[in-house]
């Protein structure tokens, strides 16, 4: 029967020093040297002379500069981040990069592809209702221009960020809390509750913060439930990228974590957004988690020698 992708990091070694080594990596890496590039953008518009240009430090966010520039500062973080999770989970824990995804030996990418889309559909319903019902929070701001160049950017960065937070919460945290405790709901808990808590600092979260907590942690728990009912980290995957593409290419909440040059713009309603995406959690998980059957266990080869051991001699004629 295949490995139970909750226990996976049982295949490397997990020492507590190997631990403490490989969070203070990731953690320096993405925290230090994954924001020079924003630093020296900062110090950049701080000394440029142009007081149109700035860093709104309340909401993490350049003012007076093409959002551009902005998102490519927020992804190099990303980047940094999965190598330092690379070397963490090769050389330190010394087991397969893959691990993190799957017990297999192989990434199934139609099982992304499947994730991916169905997301991105149950999403484009709930917009569309939300536009319906509330048409004067919706205002078009595409730019054709604007719009082209920052495509290929975020068809780029957008899955490399998403598929790290996945990598990092959903596989190397739920994993190292699985070699703790056999009972599934502990890891998938305590690993939803540092994603969430990750974002409490966004922008959007401000003064509706219960609603949009609590949000976070839907979110969170969602896509760790799939992830332990598929036995593996693609359906998540494919779900979290979709879920920000949709947000920084057709969606864009004017005071997203991540403004964008997307088609729409508007004023996040916090408890449709919330009541929405629980909506769609569970249609997403009745439609491709349900029922799913368990892997079979391959039957047993009997071991030759026990079994000639055990023959009785037959009787000669």
Request: aromatic residues 14%.
């Amino acid at each position: 029967m295949a490995d139970k992708y909750l226990f996976l990091a049982r295949r490397g070694k997990n020492q507590w020093w190997r631990y403490l080594s490989a969070i203070t990596l990731i953690l320096i890496s993405w925290l230090v040297i994954g924001n020079i590039p924003a630093l020296a953008l900062i110090l950049l518009v701080f000394y440029d002379g142009n007081e149109q240009t700035n860093f709104n430090s309340q909401i993490n966010q350049f003012e007076g500069i093409d959002l551009l520039w902005n998102y490519l500062v927020i992804h190099f973080a990303f980047i940094a981040f999965v190598v330092a999770l690379y070397i963490a989970v090769r050389f330190i824990h010394q087991r397969s990069f893959i691990s993190l995804i799957t017990p297999r030996n192989e990434v199934r990418i139609s099982r992304i592809i499947q994730g991916f889309l169905l997301w991105a559909i149950l999403l484009g319903i709930a917009g569309a209702i939300e536009y319906a019902l509330f048409p004067q929070t919706y205002q078009l701001t595409y730019n054709p221009q604007k719009f082209l160049i920052f495509l290929p950017f975020a068809l780029i960065l957008t899955p490399i960020q998403t598929s790290v937070e996945e990598l990092f919460f959903r596989g190397y945290l739920m994993q190292s809390f699985g070699l703790i405790t056999r009972i599934a709901s502990i890891p998938v808990l305590f690993s939803s509750l540092i994603f969430a808590a990750v974002h409490f600092g966004n922008p959007e979260v401000g003064a509706n913060f219960l609603i949009l907590a609590i949000f976070y942690l839907v979110l969170a728990l969602f896509l760790a439930v799939i992830t332990l009912k598929d036995n593996s980290l693609e359906l998540a995957l494919g779900v979290h990228a979709a879920n920000n593409l949709f947000t920084v290419l057709l969606v864009n909440p004017t005071n997203s974590a991540l403004p964008a040059y997307a088609v729409f713009s508007y004023n996040l309603n916090p408890v449709y957004t919330l009541v929405s995406y629980a909506i769609a959690a569970i249609v997403f998980y009745m439609i491709l988690c349900r029922g799913k059957a368990k892997p079979k266990k391959a039957p047993e080869i009997p071991n030759i020698q026990e079994t000639q051991i055990r023959r009785k001699p037959q009787k000669s004629n």
